[in-house]
């Protein structure tokens, strides 16, 4: 999947963000994009997301990246098909529409092999997928720890710091990547710390 001069920023968010954050969470991932975008080409290479398109979060960065001009590939948790019955309405059209947009789709493996077939689980491998194979890593996250078999922007966001996901199918042991944290609180929770952003570094 890796090409030359490729550099893939992989992302987790929340499907449900607090209405009045929205507006904070949006800029700064645009800003955010934008600088990105800016230093891949001073470094001679293509910024591409990896991006599942689930509703919420993932849509918002995915409308981002087409009106910056950064390509994405749709990494589902499940067949095309299927995943569409998770969506209803605007958001359905919004899901089909992006993965005619995409630059390519893929499905996720099994990775962990286990025999859970729950779409809890689909999502999970999901997140391992995009973790393990992202230079930079994009969290669109409340904050609060994940759990140790969950499947959200928490736990996507550990795999991409965790050599235990690292290289689940072969080929993608850790690596020094950067990782990015906008606080995006989800509805109830407080929103005057809304788009702020934080920074880890992990250096293998």
């Known amino acids: 999947m890796k090409e030359k001069n490729v550099h893939y920023i992989g992302l987790s968010t929340h499907r449900r963000i607090a209405p009045e954050a929205i507006g904070k ?26 991006n599942s398109l689930a509703e919420g979060g993932d849509t918002m960065l995915a409308k981002l990246a087409l009106s910056l001009n950064i390509p994405y590939i749709a990494i589902l948790p499940r067949e095309k098909a299927s995943y569409a019955e998770d969506f209803e309405g605007e958001a359905l059209c919004d899901f089909l529409t992006l993965c005619d947009q995409a630059n390519a789709i893929a499905v996720t493996p099994n990775i962990e092999g286990d025999d859970r077939l729950d779409y809890d689980y689909f999502y999970r491998q999901a997140g391992i997928f995009v973790a393990a194979r992202s230079d930079t890593f994009l969290a669109l996250w409340d904050g609060v720890p994940g759990k140790p078999d969950g499947c959200g922007a928490a736990e996507a966001y550990a795999f991409a710091q965790s050599a ?37 570094k992990i250096t293998v």
Not at 36 to 47: D, P, S, T, V
Not at 165 to 194: E, F, M, N
Request: no cysteine; net charge neutral; proline share 6%.
């Open 164 to 200: 235990a996901y690292a290289d689940p199918t072969g080929g993608y042991p850790l690596k020094s990547r950067t990782l990015y944290h906008i606080l995006t609180p989800r509805p109830t929770q407080d929103t005057a710390r809304a788009g702020e952003i934080t920074v880890t």
């Open 25 to 50: 969470v949006e800029a700064a991932a645009r800003s955010l994009l934008h600088k990105l975008k800016e230093e891949a080409i001073r470094e001679n290479q293509e910024l591409v997301m990896l």
